[in-house]
């Protein structure tokens, strides 16, 4: 029988994909670009991206057996399924370079300034290799706990922050013009383009088609709402010429705050609560991955190509976190052009596609649904024989007295 998950794993995987980058990295690049109206990018970025996983949804419910490589190969052949299991690989492989980006300069900058880069590199591919083969199910519980980490660590910061926000620091809106800010929350798009196709990968995996909508949105609303506070804050404690300084702007906002007497050093809660919400990224990639290549190569499982494709991914990672420069440029250029492409493009293509070939959606569904309906009247054939043999042996026994 098909692992599944429930939707609230579901809505808690959505939310770690997108948590660790937005508030890492994100916030500061757009600061560069559009100073105190981040916030305001950030809120675009999340209302268009609900419009992206719409897509994403009404694609996979159209044959909820199976993914998007499924259902192109339904749609124009086995090529063309491979064509897109390439492209969804060249998106994970790019994705894996910005969340290299985020892990290894959280850590490496802030605490292990002297540890060289292969060493979270290697802890990486471990740690992404035990959650992909263990699967969706283990690393939809752990996101539930990063969900939680996620909360406390907002909370945390709240309320050490509160006491030095000036909501002054917020005004004037759109300073930089309407089309400058709506153009900045590209940055934050591309962050939800990994929430999106991992989607598009696992959403067959989700019990209950019915709730996937809901429980989608609500995902992106919740996530949003939990990334949203970090540019308020950040600009509002900060200021924006402070937060635009920083690669790791989350980091220098976390030395600002405080509780009391007695936590000052918010910088280690941070990376504790953090750090389960990258590692989920690190494993979803992974998992992402390695079953977009095995689709490519036409097996079945794929688990066999987790480490082939985790090497290949770990290679580019560390070749991109290598050189600063390379990185940032890299992150805030190519990535972003590269995921708004393949995560705005390929569900238009497929959309598109099924709009004409709905009588082949609807002839490969019929197939499946027949072949789901004997399977399930085999199991419960030989459930019916097992039981039988079960009384015919407890027979003699009751004849013999016994």
Same mark, same amino acid.
């Given at each position: 029988?098909?692992?599944?998950?429930?939707?609230?794993?579901?809505? #808690?995987?959505?939310?770690?994909?997108?948590?660790?980058?937005?508030?890492?990295?994100?916030?500061?690049?757009?600061?560069?670009?559009?100073?105190?109206?981040?916030?305001?990018?950030?809120?675009?970025?999340? *209302?268009?991206?609900?419009?992206?996983?719409?897509?994403?949804?009404?694609?996979?419910?159209?044959?909820?057996?199976?993914?998007?490589?499924?259902?192109?190969?339904?749609?124009?052949?086995?090529?063309?399924?491979?064509?897109?299991?390439?492209?969804?690989?060249?998106?994970? *492989?790019?994705?894996?370079?910005?969340?290299?980006?985020?892990?290894?300069?959280?850590?490496?900058?802030?605490?292990?300034?002297?540890?060289?880069?292969?060493?979270?590199?290697?802890?990486?591919?471990?740690?992404?290799?035990?959650?992909?083969?263990?699967?969706?199910?283990?690393?939809?519980?752990?996101?539930?706990?990063?969900?939680?980490?996620?909360?406390?660590?907002?909370?945390?910061?709240?309320?050490?922050?509160?006491?030095?926000?000036?909501?002054?620091?917020?005004?004037?809106?759109?300073?930089?013009?309407?089309?400058?800010?709506?153009?900045?929350?590209?940055?934050?798009? #591309?962050?939800?383009?990994?929430?999106?196709?991992?989607?598009?990968?696992?959403?067959?995996?989700?019990?209950?088609?019915?709730?996937?909508?809901?429980?989608?949105?609500?995902?992106?609303?919740?996530?949003?709402?939990?990334?949203?506070?970090?540019?308020?804050?950040?600009?509002?404690?900060?200021?924006?010429?402070?937060?635009?300084?920083?690669?790791?702007?989350?980091?220098?906002?976390?030395?600002?705050?405080?509780?009391?007497?007695?936590?000052?050093?918010?910088?280690? +809660?941070?990376?504790?609560?953090?750090?389960?919400?990258?590692?989920?990224?690190?494993?979803?990639?992974?998992?992402?991955?390695?079953?977009?290549?095995?689709?490519?190569?036409?097996?079945?499982?794929?688990?066999?190509?987790?480490?082939?494709?985790? *090497?290949? *991914?770990?290679?580019?990672?560390?070749?991109?976190?290598?050189?600063?420069?390379?990185?940032?440029?890299?992150?805030?250029?190519?990535?972003?052009?590269?995921?708004?492409?393949?995560?705005?493009?390929?569900?238009?293509?497929?959309?598109?596609?099924? +709009?004409?070939?709905?009588?082949?959606?609807?002839?490969?569904?019929?197939?499946?649904?027949?072949?789901?309906?004997?399977?399930?009247?085999?199991?419960?054939?030989?459930?019916?024989?097992?039981?039988?043999?079960?009384?015919?042996?407890?027979?003699?026994?009751?004849?013999?007295?016994?």
């Amino acid at each position: 029988m098909k692992v599944q998950i429930t939707n609230g794993m579901l809505m #808690a995987i959505i939310i770690n994909t997108v948590y660790a980058k937005a508030i890492g990295l994100t916030q500061g690049t757009m600061a560069r670009e559009v100073g105190s109206d981040i916030w305001i990018s950030t809120i675009i970025a999340t *209302l268009f991206s609900i419009l992206i996983v719409f897509m994403i949804v009404v694609i996979i419910r159209r044959f909820p057996t199976g993914d998007m490589m499924d259902q192109s190969k339904i749609l124009l052949g086995t090529w063309f399924s491979k064509i897109i299991s390439l492209i969804l690989f060249i998106f994970f *492989l790019g994705a894996y370079g910005a969340i290299m980006i985020t892990y290894v300069y959280h850590l490496m900058d802030y605490f292990l300034p002297e540890a060289p880069v292969y060493i979270f590199i290697i802890i990486a591919f471990i740690v992404g290799c035990y959650g992909a083969f263990f699967g969706i199910e283990v690393i939809g519980r752990m996101a539930l706990i990063g969900v939680f980490s996620v909360l406390a660590l907002n909370i945390l910061l709240m309320l050490g922050s509160l006491s030095m926000f000036d909501i002054r620091e917020l005004l004037p809106t759109f300073q930089s013009g309407v089309t400058n800010t709506v153009w900045a929350s590209r940055h934050h798009v #591309a962050d939800w383009a990994m929430a999106t196709m991992t989607l598009a990968v696992v959403l067959p995996y989700v019990r209950n088609p019915k709730e996937w909508s809901r429980s989608n949105i609500a995902a992106i609303l919740f996530g949003g709402a939990f990334v949203v506070m970090w540019p308020i804050l950040q600009v509002g404690v900060l200021s924006p010429e402070v937060t635009a300084q920083y690669i790791v702007s989350c980091m220098q906002m976390a030395r600002s705050a405080e509780i009391g007497q007695f936590i000052h050093r918010y910088e280690m +809660i941070m990376i504790a609560f953090f750090a389960i919400s990258i590692l989920t990224q690190i494993m979803m990639c992974f998992l992402c991955a390695s079953t977009a290549v095995s689709k490519l190569f036409g097996l079945k499982d794929y688990r066999h190509m987790i480490i082939p494709t985790a *090497l290949v *991914l770990s290679g580019y990672g560390f070749w991109v976190v290598f050189d600063h420069q390379r990185a940032m440029e890299i992150l805030e250029t190519t990535w972003v052009e590269l995921s708004l492409s393949i995560a705005i493009g390929l569900p238009i293509l497929l959309l598109v596609l099924g +709009i004409f070939r709905k009588k082949k959606l609807k002839k490969a569904n019929d197939q499946a649904n027949q072949e789901a309906e004997k399977k399930q009247d085999g199991n419960q054939t030989q459930k019916t024989k097992k039981n039988q043999q079960i009384n015919t042996n407890q027979k003699p026994n009751e004849a013999n007295g016994n």
